[in-house]
């Protein structure tokens, strides 16, 4: 698993060098994730690590886009017992249009997870200063809802 995290960061990495050239952002981003609905049920609070880009393609649409991994908690499933739910990794690939206001923007992506093996929406709205971008995002799917506040710096 961490091979396979260190290869994405990697590649992310040489990729945003070439880029930065086409005038295109890459960058890092950490996430704290939160299950709502039925799926805090089955796991608790998580962390996530992802690679972002933006993309501009006209003065205030973007496109913007990431490939993440959460990983979520277990949760005790019979009070006052040590019965809990396993933890849970999940990765994350997701893209759409965003609207840029300046420092604010709206945007929503279309994604898959697996593990879940759920396609959904994230709708997001962030600020963005600089190279420095923070985020709330939440997945809406069938089952397994959960949102994220995600810290991402752009080089």
Known sequence: MKRIILVGL???LMA????????KNGGLAASFAQPTGDFDKLAGSGFGLSAIFDYSMAK???????LGWYSFSGETLIEGTNVK???LSVWEFSAGPQIDFGKL???VEGAYYTNLDEWGL??????????IDVVF????TEDSNFYAL??????
Do not use: C, Q, W
């Open 16 to 23: 945003s060098g070439a880029a930065r050239a086409a005038e």
């Open 85 to 87: 739910s396993e933890s």
């Open 122 to 131: 994230v709708p997001n709205i962030g600020l963005r200063k600089g190279m």
């Open 10 to 12: 990697a590649l992310t």
């Open 60 to 66: 205030i649409v973007d496109i913007s886009g990431s």
């Open 150 to 155: 995600r810290l991402g710096f752009f080089f």
């Open 105 to 107: 923007y709206l945007g």
């Open 137 to 140: 995002r939440y997945k809406v």
